[in-house]
Nanobody, 124 residues
Framework: QVQLVESGGGLVEPGGSLRLSCVASALNYLMAWFRQAPGKEREFVSSIRWRDGTTYYADSAKGRFATSRDTFKRTVYLQMNNLKPEDTAVYYC????????????????????WGQGTQVTVST
């Protein structure tokens, strides 16, 4: 069983920044960030391939969020800038264990391993 542990969440004012981290006990194919706000479905934010660092972003994240990885530390990061109240959610990291036909398959069901989540609150 792969363990994923997120950290870095917190309370930040609108326009502020946060950097989330996710440490994996083992590297597989691709790591993603999802988020879930109260009363809403879990949604894809971004992903990164361990092998070559190729990244993918949801439209809501483009231009404000950046995903990176450190393979030696088995860690993936989500740098979030210019945060907005609508970014408030629990943020989860998740890992695909292998290529499933498309790196654009970003439904939660495509991911086998999940972290426990970290709360991000954007508010004055």
């Amino acid at each position: 069983q792969v363990q994923l542990v997120e950290s870095g969440g917190g309370l930040v004012e609108p326009g502020g920044s946060l950097r989330l981290s996710c440490v994996a006990s083992a590297l597989n194919y691709l790591m993603a960030w999802f988020r879930q706000a109260p009363g809403k479905e879990r949604e894809f934010v971004s992903s990164i391939r361990w092998r070559d660092g190729t990244t993918y972003y949801a439209d809501s994240a483009k231009g404000r969020f950046a995903t990176s990885r450190d393979t030696f530390k088995r860690t993936v990061y989500l740098q979030m800038n210019n945060l907005k109240p609508e970014d408030t959610a629990v943020y989860y990291c998740a890992q695909k264990r292998g290529f499933d036909g498309s790196d654009y398959n970003n439904t939660p069901q495509a991911y086998a391993d999940w972290g426990q989540g970290t709360q991000v609150t954007v508010s004055t």
